[in-house]
């Protein structure tokens, strides 16, 4: 496809109503397409018993008000996301897009307790390994994910 021809096809992809604006979600405008992309993969794959979390950087260079800078990254500026993948695949199972900090609903939790639980949530009681590095494991986590039968490798 020539770039003309991109460009061209670019200026007619809207992906959301924009009456629709909601200031306390920073992603309204493409979070349905997030959402059925989410649905898809899940929908269409299962994955194996062992699965991995981590974090990644979308290369982005242009003004956003949560782009990250991670030095340690090949790509140093951009948009970071979490993500749930199959070890065998590398499929991608589960995404959530970091937009900054925000408000713990349950205090008991740590923000990234409740980001492992909520995306692992689909895959819990299956018997499944998570496998992660030492950000996410925390000795409550791995607690919380035995009583859900589900197994935890990591560094703690």
Same mark, same amino acid.
């Given at each position: 496809m020539s770039l003309d021809r991109f460009k061209l096809l670019q200026r007619f992809i809207h992906l959301s109503d924009n009456t629709l604006d909601t200031k306390t979600n920073k992603i309204y405008k493409i979070q349905d397409?997030?959402?059925?992309? #989410?649905?898809?993969?899940?929908?269409?794959?299962?994955? +194996?018993?062992?699965?991995?979390?981590?974090?990644?950087?979308? #290369?982005?260079?242009?003004?956003?008000?949560?782009?990250? +800078?991670i030095k340690d990254k090949p790509v140093k500026w951009g948009v970071k996301c979490f993500l749930i993948c199959c070890c065998f695949s590398n499929y991608c199972l589960n995404i959530e897009i970091y937009t900054g900090k925000q408000e713990n609903a349950n205090n008991r939790k740590s923000p990234v307790e409740e980001l492992v639980m909520k995306m692992s949530n689909s895959y819990l009681d299956e018997f499944r390994t998570i496998y992660a590095d030492s950000y996410y494991v925390t000795l409550n986590l791995i607690k919380n994910l035995f009583l859900f039968k589900t197994g935890v490798i990591g560094t703690v």
């Open positions: 397409f997030i959402d059925h992309c #989410k649905f898809t993969w899940s929908y269409y794959y299962s994955p +194996y018993d062992k699965i991995c979390i981590d974090e990644a950087i979308i #290369k982005y260079n242009g003004r956003l008000g949560f782009k990250q +800078y």
